[in-house]
T-cell receptor
Framework: KNEVEQSPQNLTAQEGEFITINCSYSVGISALHWLQQHPGGGIVSLFMLSSGKKKHGRLIATINIQEKHSSLHITASHPRDSAVYIC??????????FGTGTSLTVIP | NAGVMQNPRHLVRRRGQEARLRCSPMKGHSHVYWYRQLPEEGLKFMVYLQKENIIDESGMPKERFSAEFPKEGPSILRIQQVVRGDSAAYFC?????????????????FGPGTRLLVL
């Protein structure tokens, strides 16, 4: 079954904290996609990766193929990082399966 | 370079009417993906199209829903005889190279979504 599980479901952090959001998936993915959905509903693609690690500003995404696990890290979190973070596994055959999202609130 | 455009942004329909949602991909992108987000639920993949071709429609409901991406013009997601359960946010995304069964780390660019409300 092509499930994608995210944890935690909700996360509250103080400004400046280091944040980690986890995503687990089952076998057979071609790539994993991290998305950010703003409170207004807009969606931004953060990373798509199939191996290793990617960094963009304060955001870092890693993927461990053997463990079938990916993490999204936010360093020096800021209230503007408050959003829902969604991981999506892309399985062979171009099928996307989304996690239920992690709702992040960063308090000043 | 304009981003992915969707229109209308909000659409209200009565049960039984048709809904047409449009998505104009970014310039130079020939791959379009449609997703649906039901209230209080996560995103779900619906369909992946390339110009004039449906690549994968495994996430589309079998009845009443159809999608196209003609050679010219936007991609259209069409819902016939809408029901209340179709009320959702419909997002499209586009990419330049697409998946084509390969491992590819190309970013998808999302549109702002169309919020459909069926009364």
């Amino acid at each position: 079954k092509n499930e994608v599980e995210q944890s935690p479901q909700n996360l509250t952090a103080q400004e400046g904290e280091f944040i980690t959001i986890n995503c687990s998936y089952s076998v057979g993915i071609s790539a994993l996609h991290w998305l950010q959905q703003h409170p207004g509903g807009g969606i931004v693609s953060l990373f798509m990766l199939s191996s290793g690690k990617k960094k963009h500003g304060r955001l870092i995404a890693t993927i461990n193929i053997q463990e079938k696990h990916s993490s999204l890290h936010i360093t020096a979190s800021h209230p503007r990082d408050s959003a829902v973070y969604i991981c999506a596994a892309i399985y062979t055959g171009n099928q996307f399966y989304f996690g239920t999202g992690t709702s992040l609130t960063v308090i000043p | 370079n304009a981003g992915v455009m969707q229109n209308p942004r909000h659409l209200v329909r009565r049960r039984g009417q048709e809904a047409r949602l449009r998505c104009s991909p970014m310039k130079g992108h020939s791959h379009v993906y449609w997703y649906r987000q039901l209230p209080e639920e996560g995103l779900k993949f619906m369909v992946y199209l390339q110009k004039e071709n449906i690549i994968d429609e495994s996430g589309m409901p079998k009845e009443r829903f159809s999608a196209e991406f003609p050679k010219e013009g936007p991609s259209i997601l069409r819902i016939q005889q809408v029901v209340r359960g179709d009320s959702a946010a419909y997002f499209c995304a586009s990419s330049q190279l697409g998946l084509a069964g390969r491992i590819i780390e190309e970013t998808q660019y999302f549109g702002p979504g169309t919020r459909l409300l069926v009364l």
